[in-house]
């Protein structure tokens, strides 16, 4: 047991603050509370768009909090839901911003994009890029 807790939790504490830091950090804004609505919005409009067995495959390298958040509210029976425009996409992911606007979408976006690539194997973000038209592609980095 670690001093606050169990260790696996305290550790998944950690590694949450620590996306959502980078995120934070790669977007600019200097507002964490954002940058968490940011990272889950893009999660979910992420997971939606996947097949059960991709979106699980995904999830299983991502830290236990940040897997957590990734699957809240999903109804797989609703999924996968095809996007086929980078427009498309985006305004999923600004739902979670309607009284406040985030300026450049996409650059956000790409902001959490860059942070799964920091995080996920490479191999496993090329299934999740596949996955998606080419129009959205331009979304991740190259």
Known sequence: MSALGLKIIDESVQQANIWVNDVDYRTGWSDKQRAY??????????????????????????????????????????TPVIERSRAGFVARVQEAFSGDPMGDA??????????????????????????FAKDIRKLFAE
């Open 37 to 78: 609505r940011l990272l889950r919005a893009v999660l979910h409009a992420l997971r939606d768009h996947l097949s059960v067995d991709e979106a699980a495959q995904l999830a299983a390298q991502m830290p236990m909090l940040i897997r957590g958040l990734f699957y809240e509210g999903w109804d797989p029976s609703r």
């Open 106 to 131: 996409e650059d956000a976006i790409g902001a959490v994009f860059d942070t799964l690539d920091s995080r996920i194997s490479p191999g496993e973000m090329a299934h999740v890029r596949k996955s």
